[in-house]
């Protein structure tokens, strides 16, 4: 099984800076990593698939990077309604497709 | 627009069944996998199960194998997950998604339901 491991937990930041998510595989899943969005009470929404691809309607200040272990989510600018619980998940090992524990991105 | 809908989570008690079920409109529902993925209270998320676009292939969680079925009704848009022998570690909202490419097994997903409770306790 391929274990994902996002850092930090938690990132405390305001409105307007960058945020940085990292989320490290423990083996190589190529480029097949997505990143979703989770706010309370909400379903999870897909914001990057094919650890670059914008999925439709996400605003281009998110963007993903990485291939093989080592995998990146930024937020170039955060917007109020940014703060949420991030996911990455992977599905090149699977079964089972693995997500990762997620990152909460807070207000500073 | 594609909408997915959960239905069926209710409270069971342990060692029994349930049937989850996710309406799904506005696309080609044949042509799309779909997948079950669960979310314990105040946890992360954890994959169940998926099956393809034909139903004729599936795929599950080892926890889930030989407890959970997954199965599909194209002519109703329909997708199903038949919990037997439940556990209290089953206890989660249990959500329906749609993966993003037609045609494949591409396991991201873009389309996702607002989920439904299943409740595992005597």
């Known amino acids: 099984e391929t274990v994902l491991t996002q850092s930090p937990a938690t990132l405390s930041l305001s409105p307007g800076e960058r945020a940085t998510l990292s989320c490290r595989a423990s083996?190589?899943?190529?480029?097949?990593l997505a990143w979703y969005q989770q706010k309370p009470g909400q379903a999870p929404r897909l914001l990057i698939y094919?650890?670059?691809k914008r999925a439709t309607g996400i605003p281009a200040r998110f963007s993903g990077s990485g291939s093989g272990t080592d995998f990146t989510l930024t937020i170039s600018s955060l917007e109020p309604e940014d703060f949420a619980i991030y996911y990455c998940?992977?599905?090149?090992?699977?079964?089972?497709?693995?997500f990762g524990q997620g990152t909460r991105l807070e207000i500073k | 627009e594609v909408q997915l809908v959960e239905s069926g989570g209710a409270l069971v008690q342990p060692g029994g069944s349930l049937r989850l079920s996710c309406a799904a409109s506005?696309?080609?529902?044949?042509?799309?996998?779909m997948t079950w993925v669960r979310q314990a209270p105040g946890k992360g998320l954890e994959w169940v199960s998926a099956?393809?676009?034909?139903?004729?292939?599936?795929f599950y969680a080892d926890s889930m194998k030989g407890r959970f079925t997954i199965s599909r009704d194209n002519s109703k848009n329909s997708l199903f997950l038949q919990m037997n022998n439940v556990r209290a570690e089953d206890t989660a909202i249990y959500y329906c998604?749609?993966?993003?490419?037609?045609?494949?097994?591409?396991?991201?997903?873009?389309?996702w339901g607002q989920g439904t409770l299943v409740t595992v306790s005597s």
């Open positions: 998940q992977q599905r090149v090992n699977w079964p089972p497709i693995t």
């Open positions: 099956i393809t676009g034909s139903g004729d292939t599936t």
């Open positions: 094919d650890a670059s």
């Open positions: 998604a749609r993966a993003v490419v037609p045609g494949s097994i591409d396991m991201s997903f873009d389309s």
């Open positions: 083996q190589s899943v190529s480029n097949y």
């Open positions: 506005g696309f080609t529902f044949s042509t799309y996998a």
